[in-house]
C-alpha cells in the first residue's frame, strides 16, 4: 500500500464508483471519480493522479481512446476495469498501454490488491534519485512538484519529465528527436513541436528564477537548461 497516492476512478456507473472510492479510502489512498472521457482526460492534467482505474464503455470519449490519450501525455499507470471478458479486449487494452485488467463483477479487495500491484511495479521503475535540490529551486519527481524561492507547483506529467530531464543533464543540448525519445519514447506518433509547447509552459513556471537557471533555445539545434555562473 502505499498511502497518500491519489488514484482516479472512471466509470459512468455512479455506484460503481463510488464503491471503489469507498475502498480506496480505507486503504489510505486519496480517490477522485469522473463520469465520462473527456472529463477524465481533463482531470488528469489538473489533478495528476497516481494511478487511473478506467471502464472502457464511457460517454464522451471510451475507455480505448481515453487510454491512448493518456499515454501521449503521461506515462501513469492504467487498470482497464470493464464488463468485457474476450481475450481479445484484454489483448488490445495492454497492447495500447494499459498496465493490469479486471473484469466485471469484481471483488473489491482483489481490484485493492491489483492497485497495490501496480503502483509497487511502476514505483520499482522509476526508483532511483527522485529530487534534484538547487538554489532556490527544487524538482521533485516522485511528487511531480516544483519548488521555485518558497512557492510550490504541481506540474502535468510529461512536463515534470521533461523538465527532470533537463535539469538532470543542465547546461547539455538536446534535440527535439532526442526529448522526444526520453520523453515519450521511440514509438511516438504526434508532432515533434510538442517539445516547443511544453518547454513554453516550463519557462512560465521558471520566470522568478530565469537570472539563474533558463531553459534556453540553442538555434538550429534544439534545447538546453543552463545554469547560470553565478547561481
Not at 501521449?72 to 482497464?80: A, H, L, T, V, W
Request: negative net charge; proline residues 4%.
Amino acid at each position: 500500500m502505499m498511502l497518500g497516492k491519489k488514484i482516479l476512478v472512471v466509470d459512468d456507473d455512479v455506484h460503481i464508483c463510488e464503491l471503489i472510492v469507498l475502498y480506496l479510502k480505507k486503504e489510505g489512498y486519496d480517490a477522485v471519480m469522473v463520469h465520462d472521457g473527456l472529463k477524465a482526460i481533463e482531470t488528469v492534467k489538473e489533478e495528476v493522479p497516481h494511478l487511473v482505474i478506467l471502464d472502457i464503455m464511457l460517454p464522451k470519449m471510451d475507455g480505448w481512446d481515453v487510454c491512448r490519450e493518456l499515454k501521449k501525455i503521461s506515462d501513469i499507470p492504467i487498470i482497464m476495469l470493464t464488463a468485457k471478458d474476450d481475450t481479445f479486449d484484454k489483448v488490445l487494452g495492454l497492447k495500447i498501454g494499459a498496465d493490469d485488467y479486471i473484469v466485471k463483477p469484481f471483488e473489491p479487495r482483489e481490484l485493492m490488491a491489483r492497485v497495490d500491484a501496480v503502483l509497487r511495479r511502476y514505483h520499482r521503475q522509476s526508483h532511483g534519485v527522485q529530487q534534484i535540490i538547487l538554489p532556490s529551486f527544487m524538482v521533485d519527481r516522485e511528487a511531480y512538484k516544483i519548488r521555485i524561492q518558497n512557492q510550490v507547483y504541481e506540474l502535468p506529467p510529461k512536463e515534470m519529465e521533461l523538465l527532470y530531464f533537463l535539469v538532470k543533464n543542465q547546461n547539455r543540448v538536446f534535440t527535439r528527436e532526442q526529448l522526444i525519445e526520453q520523453i515519450w519514447g521511440f514509438d511516438y506518433e504526434g508532432d515533434n513541436r510538442t517539445i516547443d509547447v511544453h518547454i513554453k509552459r516550463l519557462r512560465e513556471k521558471l520566470e522568478p528564477i530565469e537570472e539563474r537557471y533558463q531553459i534556453k533555445t540553442v538555434w538550429g539545434v534544439g534545447y538546453k537548461f543552463e545554469v547560470m555562473d553565478h547561481a
